[in-house]
Nanobody, 126 residues
């Protein structure tokens, strides 16, 4: 059974850091592209970053580039998102998703992933 389970969300002050983790079961993260997406109340869903299975290339949207870093742990079958310099506008439900055969350029706009987790809430507030 395929499962993606996010953890690590919470309340953090502006400028703070959080590390989200996506624990995968049912397939290996070596064989799928994994992305992080977020959705804030009243806003459109947003694809923010991806790590490709083929060569572990990472991609980041302008809104998070330089502040967020994705990493993959093959032994644990997890994909993490380290978030630094958090801003109130980063407040959202964050979820991970998996797919193959579709570029990040397309996926970040169409959300045609094969599997996704339930998400974890990140709130940035003083």
């Amino acid at each position: 059974q395929v499962q993606l389970v996010e953890s690590g969300g919470g309340l953090v002050q502006p400028g703070g850091s959080l590390r989200l983790s996506c624990a995968v079961s049912g397939f290996t993260v070596e064989n799928y592209d994994i992305g992080w997406f977020r959705q804030a109340p009243g806003k459109e869903r947003e694809g923010i970053s991806c790590i490709e299975y083929s060569d572990n290339s990472t991609y980041y949207e302008d809104s998070v580039r330089g502040r967020f870093v994705m990493s993959k742990d093959i032994a644990k079958n997890t994909v993490d998102l380290q978030m630094h310099s958090l801003k109130p506008e980063d407040t959202a439900v964050y979820y991970c998703a998996a797919w193959y055969g579709t570029s990040w350029y397309r996926m970040r706009r169409t959300f045609e992933y094969m599997y996704r987790g339930q998400g974890t809430q990140v709130t940035v507030s003083s």
